[in-house]
């Protein structure tokens, strides 16, 4: 099993190009990654994972149901995921379309299950964001995201 995973859902592309994107920069850094869709993950395997990075896009200022409903069942494992490394990112249709509640409301959800949340002071503080497709500085916050990420949990050991 890989170090971190990476979960998304994306109905047109530009999420899951997000998520290849940050799975590069986990790459760069020497950590193995896995990249799952999120119809294809198990609430089971946030358990065998150090961090874990979700993408979503954003649908009424929220994440996709799909998202939600996958962190819905990871209760199952509540007070088990406590010290892991979490993350997120999202993309939206247009500037203004809800990107930052919808990585909020991921976070929360990691922040609930006692994940470690590393911010960011320059760029997508709370995670990348996208409007429709990643262009470059997107795709370069992805990639930067998954080197923070990986050198957070080469750090906590």
């Not at 946030?46 to 994440?63: C, D, H």
């Not at 409903?69 to 203004?96: C, I, P, Y």
């Amino acid at each position: 099993m890989s170090e971190i995973l990476v979960i998304y859902f994306s109905e047109t592309g530009n999420t899951e190009k997000m998520a290849h994107s940050v799975a590069e920069g986990v790459k760069a850094e020497g950590v193995t990654v896995e990249v799952k869709k999120v119809a294809d993950a198990s609430v089971d395997e946030l358990l065998e994972v150090k961090g874990v990075i979700i993408g979503s896009p954003t649908y009424f200022g929220a994440m996709a149901a799909q998202v939600k409903s996958f962190l819905d069942k990871s209760v199952k494992h509540f007070g088990k995921l406590e010290g892991k490394v979490g993350a997120g990112f999202a993309s939206s249709g247009m500037l203004g379309g809800g990107n930052e509640t919808t990585v909020l409301s991921i976070l929360e959800a990691l922040l609930i299950h006692g994940m470690i949340v590393q911010g960011d002071t320059g760029g997508g503080h709370y995670g990348p964001v996208a409007v429709g497709a990643p262009d470059e500085r997107g795709t370069e916050e992805c990639k930067k995201l998954g080197q923070k990420v990986a050198r957070l949990i080469k750090k906590l050991g």
